[in-house]
Nanobody
Framework: QVQLVESGGGSVHTGGSLRLSCAASGDTGGNYCVAWFRQAPGNRREGIAVIHNRAGKTTYADSVKGRTTISQDNANDTLYLQMNNLKPEDTANYYC???????????????????WGQGTLVTVSS
């Protein structure tokens, strides 16, 4: 099992940038898909970026493609989400999640991820 702790959320104006971090601990030595999800009040949890920790293959949601980069520091078991040109519709709680995955194609459904962080709030004002 992997434990995850997010940080880096905050309040920015439209067009601003944030970098979220997700520190992993526990059983981090295997093959995992690690992802960022977000959930705004009244909305479903949305997968926005995912990466396989060994293959480095990434997938992005159309809503953030071109503005967001998921990356990892395997030496320090940390996942990052760099978000640029933020918009008010990006306001949400952001969660990192992990699922063990030996094949390099990662899922994007939150139902398929077993380990979750507590979330970090991102607020974008116009």
């Amino acid at each position: 099992q992997v434990q995850l702790v997010e940080s880096g959320g905050g309040s920015v104006h439209t067009g601003g940038s944030l970098r979220l971090s997700c520190a992993a601990s526990g059983d981090t030595g295997g093959n995992y898909c690690v992802a960022w999800f977000r959930q705004a009040p009244g909305n479903r949890r949305e997968g926005i970026a995912v990466i396989h920790n060994r293959a480095g293959k990434t997938t992005y949601a159309d809503s953030v493609k071109g503005r967001t980069t998921i990356s990892q520091d395997n030496a320090n078991d940390t996942l990052y989400l760099q978000m640029n040109n933020l918009k008010p519709e990006d306001t949400a709680n952001y969660y990192c999640a992990a699922t063990a995955r030996d094949i390099f194609s990662c899922p994007t459904s939150p139902a398929l991820f077993q380990s979750w962080g507590q979330g970090t709030l991102v607020t974008v004002s116009s």
